[in-house]
């Protein structure tokens, strides 16, 4: 991925009066709040919230992806997610395969790749034949890589990863003290990404609900009371602005950055 920004981009940074330099490379949404928002509207169905929701998440990636922003992860489905009741499952995974079918002129037009996390062969086939199909019709694009964490629990993607190294282990591959950092990252579902820079998660409930655990070890955490239906670039923006005035300081002291 190029981490040469165009002059668009350039341009747009400094409109917004961000620093260039200290952008993040990885921003991660939880969408929350859809069905808060249809009650608010006087919806009779939740499903209006999801609806609605998937308009934000449009329009999240295309302001994520004018800011040079090269890597875009949203909570879109968690295995948890499949305890709701049966109606609003079916939507879901109606909407989704909807979004695909739709979104896939918008992500060739703008250069994005589809990506997916999670335990995918649970998806209905429709939607794992959909997804597949625009994943790999996007390949090849290199301005945003946008990730669906879709049936996804953080918990088994690291329980998973301990298994597949014990495997290793077993089968005389890997000797236990070799196990590392590095070691594990390459089993889980997000060995292809960066860690996140920045979490947001809308709707003013402050949880990481099973979400990349392992990922966001250093992540900044931004929470914001916007229901995610309403969530819009200038919400983008104030999550960037409260990232920028955080030190980062990977455990070291701010005497040592300085220097
Ligand atoms: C949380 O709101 C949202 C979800 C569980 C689904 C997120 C999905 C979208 C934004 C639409 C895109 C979907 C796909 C499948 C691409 P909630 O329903 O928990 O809201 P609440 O907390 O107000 O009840």
Redesign the pocket.
């Known amino acids: 991925m190029s981490a040469v920004k165009d002059s668009r981009i350039i341009d747009k940074i400094n409109s917004l009066g961000f620093d260039i330099d200290r952008m993040p490379k990885h921003i991660a949404v939880i969408?929350?709040?859809?069905?808060?928002?249809?009650?608010k509207q006087g919806f009779f169905t939740?499903i209006k919230?999801?609806?609605n929701?998937?308009t934000?998440?449009r329009e999240l990636t295309t302001s994520t992806a004018e800011l040079g922003i090269e890597y875009l992860t949203?909570?879109?489905?968690?295995t948890e997610?499949w305890n709701?009741p049966k109606t609003e499952v079916k939507a879901?995974?109606n909407?989704?395969v909807g979004?695909?079918k739709d979104e896939l002129p918008v992500l060739q037009k703008n250069g994005i790749r589809l990506n997916a996390i999670g335990n995918l062969t649970t998806l209905p086939q429709k939607a794992f034949k959909e997804l597949h199909e625009v994943m790999n019709a996007t390949k090849n694009n290199n301005h945003l890589v946008l990730t669906?964490a879709?049936s996804y629990s953080s918990k088994t993607e690291i329980l998973h990863a301990a298994q597949k190294i014990a495997m290793d282990v077993k089968q005389g591959k890997l000797q236990p003290e070799e196990v590392d950092e590095g070691t594990f990252e390459k089993h889980l579902f997000t060995h292809n990404l960066p860690d996140p820079d920045l979490l947001i998660r809308t709707?003013g409930?402050f949880r990481i609900s099973n979400f990349l655990l392992w990922q966001i070890a250093y992540a900044e955490l931004h929470f914001s009371d916007t229901?995610?239906?309403d969530f819009t670039g200038k919400d983008l923006y104030a999550a960037i602005q409260d990232y920028q005035q955080r030190e980062r300081r990977f455990g070291k002291t701010s005497e040592q950055l300085n220097k």
């Open positions: 969408m929350d709040g859809n069905g808060r928002w249809a009650k939740r919230g999801h609806e929701g998937v934000a998440l949203v909570y879109a489905f968690s997610n709701r879901l995974m909407l989704l979004a695909l669906l879709l709707s409930e229901l995610w239906p």
